[in-house]
């Protein structure tokens, strides 16, 4: 594939993540595909999953905590089998009503017109206070956690 249907790819399976689209999504990975994200112990969603299953559970474990409120792709850069991509974010934490923003950056690399690997790269200190409100103090209903 070249840069731009590595990029058309990428946006697609943001497309299909906003839709709720989790299955077509995952069609887009390769059955050993890695996730790497953040890790934390206080987010069910933080870490390292592996092969279609483990990112599914990565979905099943997101959905489970929070729901985007806003997921916004700003830019993506391409070159050879990496794709780029910065964003913007807003969440809202399911068992505590807080929300939340978060800036975002992803690292896809592509293989054979699937995705072979995924990074992402936030800071996980907003979506942990927000879970957790008892690290700083916050309560249900107070003012967004804006990063």
Not at 59 to 69: C, E, G, N
Not at 103 to 108: A, I, N, T
Not at 130 to 136: K, N, Q, R, Y
Request: aromatic share 12%.
């Amino acid at each position: 594939m070249n840069v731009q249907e590595n990029k058309k790819l990428v946006m697609e399976g943001y497309q299909l993540f906003q839709a709720g689209d989790i299955r077509a999504l995952l069609n887009r990975y390769h059955d050993d595909a890695e996730w790497i994200g953040p890790e934390s112990d206080y987010l069910p969603f933080a870490g390292c999953f592996h092969g279609k299953q483990g990112i599914a559970q990565f979905f099943v474990k997101l959905d489970a905590t929070v729901q985007a409120q806003r997921f916004e792709v700003k830019e993506m850069i391409a070159e050879g089998d990496t794709v780029v991509v910065m964003g913007e974010s807003s969440w809202l934490t399911k068992s505590t009503g807080i929300s939340y923003d978060n800036p975002w950056v992803h690292v896809f690399k592509i293989r054979d017109g699937k995705v072979a690997r995924f990074q992402g790269y936030w800071d996980t200190s907003p979506a942990e206070h927000a879970l957790h409100p008892a690290m700083t103090g916050e309560q249900a209903g107070a003012k967004p956690l804006h990063h």
